[in-house]
């Protein structure tokens, strides 16, 4: 129905505000007085639901808002709709369209709010009366409002107030705090009640327990054992507690306001306990000065006499120390002179010398060469033959363990270095060192000068050029520090010149003008195919890199290390979203399987291969495993008709382990705990979890538990379990001691686990894949489910594509005589992640700066100097983690004139 008001009164446009638009009913202003809903709000469903457009109506006829209930209707009918994404989706059924006419005298609008306006000023009448009948003050306060008052006659201040408004809701406050309603009173307060209301507001109020002084300091909080707030010391009223007045009180946040037991409540007579123990604490009870200057007493307790007075003190006690010394000294030198004895035999001195001799050949027989430990007791023996201290040259080992030690904790170098147990180079020795080059992000030159002359290219044999490069991101803290040394600012976002100006255009044309404070940090570390080469080359802020940004910095990664004379074979990196666009980035056109390599940019005769980080992939994979038919419950592998489900790994283990029987006997699978199938965040982070639980042993012992459904799974486990071992052998011994052929190093072009790889283990997968597929009556998603998540899919045949390819192709260079596939993972990069975040000892989440100076560090110290205490990787055995690295190469320093002098 459509019209229009001839001429409606001021009145009746503030009389509509009260009622919904939809539903007509008067509820449009909530009781709470919480802000109404505005119909413009919600326009464009109204319009799609309703076909009504609000912001063309009349004012003088229609109501400016809706209903909260109406707006939740509008609201689950709008997202209905988009879920089921039809256009022609019916209007809603349970909202009934109310119809609203013009002014007039006989306006129910109008007649409606006057009838309720004047029950609630007969209502507070009434109260006024009643309240004044119990001695309560009363006044008018605001939206209408009347507030009922009672003053304490001992403390002469308000105790009690009762606030009651217009629509008749109340609630009560004693001493400050608003008292729960009494169930037996209603929400909305009636004639009938008003003098049960005022009966109940008689009783007494909770004081609380203002009598701890030691405690009771102004805005105190106390906490529980678990840290959360539960009292607070609050100074809105004084009470008045056993014969004295307190201007401040302590009180339980959950307060009930009425006192059931002498003058508290329940729950502040409950909590006299423990703040009687605190008071009793002596850790709690204020510290006075004792009156001594020469005591321990703080000196934030002592008065500035006192401070006069005990540096007084320390100074003549300083002065006696010094004369003491000095008389020690004179007796010292006296009893020398008095009843030394001169040995004037020739053979009784050489005698003495050669028993001090040998014990410093047997020691030097006892410490093995080539070793940390003779190396340590070189120098310190070379430290205290000289006689100024300053002449000492340190070892280059000695110089990077130093560096590694310093990095973990500066005071704890500091107080081994002045303890006098063992000499260590000074702090400053090691500052220039770390300072070789100024910190920068990106690809310093002189890390890459650095590399190139720790390798010794120019002599090195060819295959030892073969490098690759890991990318990831690591967490830091989020801010600005400002650099005293330096003079710059950090902790913006530095994705390089062109991704920089990308970013600049991009936040013109969204209006922005600050650049993003930086989250993450991207780092790029080479890592050597035949050496033991695994630095980092630079870093870059960021808030999580994108496809496009990996593209131009890697490039520039490529570009730097083929000038300086490495061949870049291979980029590893997670399975991360951003990762795989950027490899899609390099997608022919015409190309209809995975992409796993592109034309080197330098030599295109060349091509890089992007690999997948395999134990990033056997986390995934286990954990597809694990969400099937357990956990999340995501997936629902099946194979061959069979079931792959984790409650067949979780019965294998209770019937492994022995669970319900009397006497356990020995176990299948030893290395398998309850970390192993009762998975947490943690857990799920650590890879040799998951590498155990898909291994050949627990294949073995599905077999022998001997239940048919279990077929697929023990051909899953075991067919992960080669792939593992085929793209992790670390050692040319492992195949041998662990009795498992795909462990041996790769010597042949023609090695029978390329054609495994790729025939066998994709052919198992694409065969998986596929039935999943052909099952009928199934959605798209469902489908998926059947098998291993695409990302996983995809990951797995890049990685074999690329690594096998890549092998065959080194395997072909003249001077290669083995191959560990272990070199294409980024183990290497999480260890060095985990050294960055150990580096501030307990600060596991560093900031920009402290990630940059870190960075230096950890370059100068290397890897053999410092290894991961803690990480997702394990020690796995490699080559060169044997290696001791105790050149005497000299170490870049800066000097005071030149930063690549060398010492």
């Not at 003058?263 to 007579?269: A, P």
């Amino acid at each position: 129905m459509t019209a229009r008001a001839s001429d409606p009164t001021p009145s009746h446009n503030s009389n509509l505000r009260h009622f919904c638009r939809i539903c007509g009913e008067k509820k449009a202003i909530p009781k709470d007085r919480r802000k109404p809903v505005e119909k413009e709000t919600l326009k464009d469903i109204i319009i799609e639901a309703l076909n009504i457009d609000v912001e063309k109506e009349d004012a003088s006829l229609y109501p400016p808002y809706i209903c909260s209930g109406c707006k939740r209707k509008l609201e689950r009918w709008n997202e209905a709709k988009q879920r089921q994404k039809k256009k022609d989706y019916p209007p809603p059924r349970n909202i009934s369209l109310a119809t609203f006419t013009s002014h007039s005298e006989e306006c129910h609008i109008c007649e409606e709010c006057v009838t309720e306006e004047t029950c609630a000023s007969q209502l507070q009448s009434m109260a006024k009366e009643i309240g004044e009948r119990h001695e309560f003050a009363s006044w008018k306060g605001e939206n209408n409002q009347i507030i009922f008052l009672t003053l304490d006659t001992k403390t002469l201040c308000a105790n009690r107030a009762l606030v009651l408004h217009e629509n008749g809701s109340w609630y009560i406050e004693l001493y400050g705090v608003t008292v729960r309603r009494p169930s037996h009173l209603p929400e909305i307060l009636s004639a009938e009640h008003l003098e049960e209301v005022f009966v109940y507001l008689n009783k007494p109020g909770c004081v609380g327990n203002p009598h701890f002084e030691n405690l009771n300091v102004a805005g105190r909080v106390f906490n529980d054992r678990q840290g959360s707030a539960v009292a607070t010391v609050t100074d809105k009223h004084t009470v008045y507690h056993m014969g004295k007045m307190y201007s401040q009180t302590i009180r339980h946040l959950k307060c009930k306001g009425l006192a059931t037991n002498g003058d508290k409540c329940e729950v502040c007579y409950r909590y006299r306990d423990d703040l009687s123990a605190r008071a009793s604490d002596p850790s709690t009870k204020k510290k006075k000065f004792s009156g001594n200057p020469s005591s321990h007493a703080r000196h934030d307790l002592m008065p500035p006499s006192a401070l006069a007075e005990k540096i007084q003190t320390l100074q003549s006690e300083k002065h006696k120390l010094q004369r003491k010394v000095q008389t020690l000294e004179e007796k010292v030198a006296r009893t020398i002179a008095e009843d030394s004895v001169t040995i004037e035999d020739q053979s009784v001195n050489e005698q003495l010398t050669n028993i001090l001799s040998e014990k410093a050949i047997l020691m030097d027989n006892i410490l093995k060469e080539g070793t940390p430990q003779k190396l340590l007791w070189e120098e310190q023996k070379k430290y205290l033959s000289l006689s100024d201290p300053r002449r000492m040259r340190w070892h280059p080992a000695i110089i990077r363990w130093c560096i590694a030690l310093y990095e973990k904790s500066p005071v704890a170098y500091k107080t081994l270095r002045k303890s006098q147990f063992i000499q260590l180079p000074h702090h400053s020795t090691l500052f220039a060192y770390t300072h070789f080059t100024e910190t920068m992000t990106g690809i310093n030159p002189d890390v890459i000068e650095r590399i190139v002359a720790e390798c010794n290219l120019e002599n090195a044999p060819n295959r030892e050029r073969n490098v690759s490069i890991i990318f990831d991101e690591m967490k830091t803290k989020s801010g600005l520090v400002y650099s005293e040394r330096t003079g710059q600012i950090t902790g913006f976002v530095d994705m390089g010149t062109i991704n920089e100006e990308c970013a600049k255009f991009e936040r013109q044309l969204l209006g922005q003008e600050d650049p993003p404070l930086a989250t993450h940090v991207l780092v790029l570390m080479v890592r050597g195919i035949f050496s033991s080469l695994k630095t980092p080359i630079g870093y870059w802020p960021c808030t999580g890199a994108s496809s496009h940004q990996l593209f131009h910095v890697i490039s520039e990664a490529v570009q730097t290390l083929e000038c300086a004379g490495f061949l870049v074979r291979a980029f590893v990196s997670d399975g991360a979203s951003p990762n795989r666009k950027f490899y899609q980035l390099h997608q022919d056109k015409d190309q209809d399987q995975v992409t796993y390599c592109t034309p080197n940019p330098v030599d295109p005769s060349r091509n890089i291969y992007f690999i997948c980080d395999v134990p990033h992939l056997i986390k995934t994979t286990r954990n597809c495993w694990e969400n099937s038919g357990w956990n999340s419950k995501s997936r629902n592998l099946i194979y061959q008709g069979k079931p792959i489900l984790w409650t067949h790994l979780l019965d294998l283990y209770e019937w492994d382990s022995g669970i319900g029987k009397a006497t356990p006997g020995l176990r299948f699978l030893h290395k398998l705990t309850p970390e192993h199938v009762h998975l947490s965040p943690s857990h799920r982070m650590r890879v040799y979890l998951a590498a155990q639980v898909l291994s050949k042993s627990v294949a073995h012992a599905l077999a022998i538990q001997g239940k048919e459904d279990r077929a697929s799974t023990i051909k899953f486990v075991s067919y992960i379990d080669t792939f593992f071992d085929c793209l992790n052998v670390s050692n040319r011994v492992d195949g041998i001691f662990k009795s498992k052929g795909a462990l041996a190093p790769y010597t042949s072009m023609d090695d029978p686990r390329f054609k495994w790889l790729t025939v066998d283990f994709l052919g198992f997968l694409d065969e998986w894949q596929k039935e999943g597929d052909a099952q009928p009556n199934l959605t798209k998603d469902e489908k998926k489910r059947l098998c291993l998540s695409p990302q996983t899919l995809e990951g797995l045949r890049i990685t074999v594509y690329s690594i096998v390819e890549l092998s065959q192709t080194l395997l072909s260079l003249g001077d290669v005589d083995y191959l560990l596939t272990e070199k294409f993972s980024q183990d290497p990069l999480e260890e060095y992640f985990s050294k960055q975040r150990a580096a501030g000892g307990s600060n596991t989440n560093p900031d920009m700066t402290q990630f940059a100076n870190s960075f230096n560090s950890l370059i100068v110290s290397g890897s053999a100097s410092v290894r991961a205490t803690c990480g997702n990787c394990r020690n796995k055995g490699r080559e060169e983690d044997g290696q001791h690295f105790l050149n005497e190469d000299p170490l870049p320093r800066k000097s005071r004139r030149s930063n690549d002098h060398l010492h």
